[in-house]
Each structure stands twice: as C-alpha cells, then as structure tokens.
C-alpha cells in the first residue's frame, strides 16, 4: 500500500512539470513526504583544516612544476577521489555568467520553463526534476537542466535564449580544461599524456545545470543523495551556498565554495579502468534554508548512440600485472548506463556487478 501511495504521488509531482521550484513557488512550508530520507545523519561531518579536500594550482603546468602537479594530482585521485583546482583558464566573469544563466532558466516563468520538461534521452536539451524519480526510494530536493554537448553538438536553437550563449562558451573552456586534465590523470598514471584521449575518455561532455531551491524542513531531505559519478570525470562549478560533501574514511568532509575553483572528481569509469587505483568517492548535497543553491557539472565521458557500436572499456592492460590482476569484466558503456538508469542512486556502488570474482 505505502509503495502504490508514493507511486501516486510521484506521478502528481511529475504531472505539474514545475519541479522542486514548483512546490516553492506554490508557498509549501512542509515537504511532501516522497522527499523524506531516512538516517541522513548529517552529524557524522568534519570541518576540521585537516580533513580538507586538496587544492592543486595548475598555473605552472607548463613549465618547472608540471611534475609536482601531476604528484598532487595522482595522490588526491588515490586517496581522495576529488580536489579543487585553481588557475585552470576558465575566466571569472564567464564562470559568473553560466551560474547566472542556469540560475536564470530554472527561474524563468512556469509557462516558459515547462515546454522542456521531459525525460527523452533524445533530446538535446531538456530540465526535470531528479532523473531517477521513478527508480530511486528517496526523491532529492532538485531540479536539473540537461544539455548533451559533445560529440554531437546541440541546435543552438533548442537550447533557451537566456542561458544559450553562455552554456555553450562554457562548454568550449571546459572541454579544453579536460583535455589538459586527461594529459595529468595519464601521467599521474606513469602512461603517455595522451593515453586516456586516446581511449576516448574526452569524447562526450554532458552539462548539468542543477538548482537547488530553499528548503523549510532540510533535515528531511537532501539536494542529492549519497553517489557515484557516471564518465570518467566531473568537472563541477558551485556557487556560494555551499553543502556538497565528500565521503572520506568514513567521514563527510565539507568541501569549500572557493572563489574562482572548480572542483574535480574521479568518476565511475575511470575507477574501472584504472583497475581501483583512482577512486570514484560518494558524494552528496545538503538541503538548506538559504538558496537557492546553483550548480554547474560536466560530466566528461564517452558516447553512446543509436546503431553505433557500443565501446568497450575495461582495465588498462598497462597498469595490470600479477600483483595487479584485473578487478573487473570488460563492459560495453550502454551497459554500465542501463544498469545505473535501472538501479537510480539506491543502487548501491554502480561498478559492484561487474567485479570479477
């Protein structure tokens, strides 16, 4: 009964298209109960300087510290899974704008807003709330714009006029950014530079723009539950408001809203092919009073279309060796992707069912 009754509500929420921002416009004071989330345990937290996710500088990639970078790069992949980075040529001004924009489209009016909401994984451009709503157990206090920008780029026209422009400009500094990062993540590897590009690694970007409204009761609910990314990495810009946690030892360590920084963050697949040397950590977002909270995410990835041969990925065959035998199956991406479409973030972690035993 209790499962046919959040069915019933779930298909109501959908039906307004409005999303999170929906519920707060309409003046809510208490959260439907389809966004409780049981043992949240937002008690088990460090602020402590020492538990702080590493800040890596990349101004001087090109010269003497290259090497030092590419070190503080390969030990926060291994240990931690995520690190900030600094001095990485996206300018000021344009991480601004897309916040801005993104900020803006999800607060656009409702009949504006409401003709892209959908979950056709066809479409180029497309907002919802929580892409799992119908998969995962708990519903996430969260709307998210989607846009598919590379290989196959979008219509400009598809893609509203107030964030259209800035979108895609920012998605050109990143997909550049990633390249460099690749180049790092190869190396840090003991690989050539070009090594992850040429597996693909850099093929696909898929942007994010995620909007988190203020909550009346966020010890109820989370922005996002505790997850893996899918791809290889996520570049992510945050705002202000702060609240993106990262699992470490078993801690949820707080990770700064630093002016001018994008965080970075091992993502699914790069874990599988670095046979578990780079770790892909959970992570989540906390709901708050204050907000709205915006964020942008690049998930850098591989391509997956319609009557194109899947590709393949397993293990680095230059990283395994007696001592090092491979962890994982080869898998094909639509599979690792369908299984995490089907499982939603309740999933539990997205690579278990293709250990090798």
Same mark, same amino acid.
């Given at each position: 009964?209790?499962?046919?009754?959040?069915?019933?509500?779930?298909?109501?929420?959908?039906?307004?298209?409005?999303?999170?921002?929906?519920?707060?416009?309409?003046?809510?004071?208490?959260?439907?109960?389809?966004?409780?989330?049981?043992?949240?345990?937002?008690?088990?937290?460090?602020?402590?300087?020492?538990?702080?996710?590493?800040?890596?500088?990349?101004?001087?990639?090109?010269?003497?510290?290259?090497?030092?970078?590419?070190?503080?790069?390969?030990?926060?992949?291994?240990?931690?899974?995520?690190?900030?980075? &600094?001095?990485?040529? *996206?300018?000021?001004?344009?991480? #601004?704008? +897309?916040? @801005?924009?993104?900020?803006?489209?999800? /607060? =656009?009016?409702?009949?504006?807003?409401?003709?892209?909401?959908?979950?056709?994984?066809?479409?180029?451009?497309?907002?919802?709330?929580?892409?799992?709503?119908?998969?995962?157990?708990?519903?996430?206090?969260?709307?998210?714009?989607?846009?598919?920008?590379?290989?196959?780029?979008?219509?400009?026209?598809?893609?509203?006029? &107030?964030?259209?422009? *800035?979108?895609?400009?920012?998605? #050109?500094? +990143?997909? @550049?950014?990633?390249?460099?990062?690749? /180049? =790092?993540?190869?190396?840090?590897?003991?690989?050539?530079?070009?090594?992850?590009?040429?597996?693909?690694?850099?093929?696909?970007?898929?942007?994010?723009?995620?909007?988190?409204?203020?909550?009346?009761?966020?010890?109820?609910?989370?922005?996002?539950?505790?997850?893996?990314?899918?791809?290889?990495?996520?570049?992510?810009?945050?705002?202000?408001?702060?609240?993106?946690?990262?699992?470490?030892?078993?801690?949820?360590?707080?990770?700064?809203?630093?002016?001018?920084?994008?965080?970075?963050?091992?993502?699914?697949?790069?874990?599988?092919?670095?046979?578990?040397?780079?770790?892909?950590?959970?992570?989540?977002?906390?709901?708050?009073?204050?907000?709205?909270?915006?964020?942008?995410?690049?998930?850098?990835?591989?391509?997956?279309?319609?009557?194109?041969?899947?590709?393949?990925?397993?293990?680095?065959?230059?990283?395994?060796?007696?001592?090092?035998?491979?962890?994982?199956?080869?898998?094909?991406?639509?599979?690792?992707?369908?299984?995490?479409?089907?499982?939603?973030?309740?999933?539990?972690?997205?690579?278990?069912?293709?250990?090798?035993?």
């Amino acid at each position: 009964m209790f499962q046919s009754q959040r069915i019933k509500e779930l298909e109501a929420f959908e039906d307004t298209k409005a999303g999170v921002k929906g519920l707060i416009d309409s003046g809510v004071q208490k959260i439907p109960s389809i966004f409780y989330h049981d043992n949240i345990n937002l008690f088990n937290t460090t602020t402590s300087s020492q538990s702080e996710i590493p800040i890596i500088d990349l101004s001087g990639i090109s010269g003497a510290s290259r090497f030092e970078i590419i070190n503080k790069i390969r030990d926060a992949s291994e240990n931690w899974g995520f690190f900030q980075i &600094i001095n990485h040529g *996206i300018p000021r001004n344009v991480m #601004e704008e +897309v916040i @801005n924009g993104v900020r803006g489209f999800h /607060e =656009l009016d409702f009949e504006v807003k409401e003709k892209f909401y959908s979950r056709d994984h066809n479409k180029s451009f497309k907002y919802n709330s929580n892409f799992d709503l119908f998969q995962g157990q708990r519903t996430n206090w969260r709307d998210t714009l989607e846009c598919n920008i590379a290989p196959i780029p979008p219509n400009p026209q598809d893609i509203p006029h &107030i964030c259209r422009d *800035i979108v895609l400009k920012y998605s #050109e500094y +990143v997909m @550049n950014l990633a390249i460099t990062l690749l /180049e =790092l993540l190869s190396e840090g590897l003991g690989l050539h530079a070009n090594h992850l590009k040429d597996m693909k690694c850099n093929e696909g970007l898929y942007f994010l723009g995620q909007y988190y409204p203020p909550c009346p009761q966020p010890e109820l609910t989370l922005g996002f539950a505790s997850h893996t990314d899918s791809g290889f990495i996520t570049i992510l810009l945050q705002d202000q408001i702060g609240g993106l946690q990262v699992l470490h030892q078993n801690q949820w360590v707080e990770v700064q809203s630093l002016p001018g920084a994008l965080v970075v963050n091992i993502a699914d697949l790069l874990q599988l092919i670095t046979n578990d040397r780079f770790k892909s950590a959970h992570h989540r977002v906390l709901a708050k009073r204050k907000g709205p909270r915006t964020s942008v995410a690049c998930l850098i990835r591989t391509h997956i279309a319609e009557g194109v041969e899947p590709r393949v990925y397993g293990p680095i065959k230059e990283l395994l060796s007696e001592k090092n035998p491979p962890k994982y199956r080869d898998i094909t991406v639509k599979e690792y992707i369908m299984h995490r479409y089907k499982t939603g973030l309740d999933g539990g972690f997205p690579l278990s069912p293709f250990k090798l035993s």
